[in-house]
């Protein structure tokens, strides 16, 4: 199910392609579900920004060599345009003979983990999330009663 479709429930905290649902009284732990193919290709997007444009995500120092295994971990995925519902997506498969992209899926839950803490990169028209102001634990004993 696209993420667009997704009907919020009450308790859940819903972002930019993510979202927490409510796991209370279920006795299950909190954790993210996003959708993985629209990060891996919004990461890949930002690696083919030239250097120093604006989104652009560059590995530092003049030595390839000391990025040689992270840059395998990036390119051991390949996307494939794919059609379906009405719209076209990128859907990320794994290269035959690459068996290690366990730093990509890293990059890529980094970039989510950013997004819920509301950083935004700017030009995407995605808008920030609103803060909700704190409550007190008066405030909320105040509530119960």
Known sequence: ??????????GDRVGHNWRVPN???RRQIRHVVYDTNYWKSFVYSRLAVPM???GCLSLFGAKPEQHRLLVEH??????VKTEGRGRT????KMRPSVTDNHWFDCLVGCAVAASMQGVVLPGTDVKPLGRRPRLKLSELQGRRR
Do not use: Q
């Open 1 to 10: 199910m696209p993420f667009s479709e997704y009907k919020r429930k009450l």
């Open 23 to 25: 796991v209370h009284g």
């Open 52 to 54: 120093g444009d604006r």
């Open 74 to 79: 990036l390119t051991a995925e390949y996307r």
């Open 89 to 92: 997506v990128d859907e990320w």
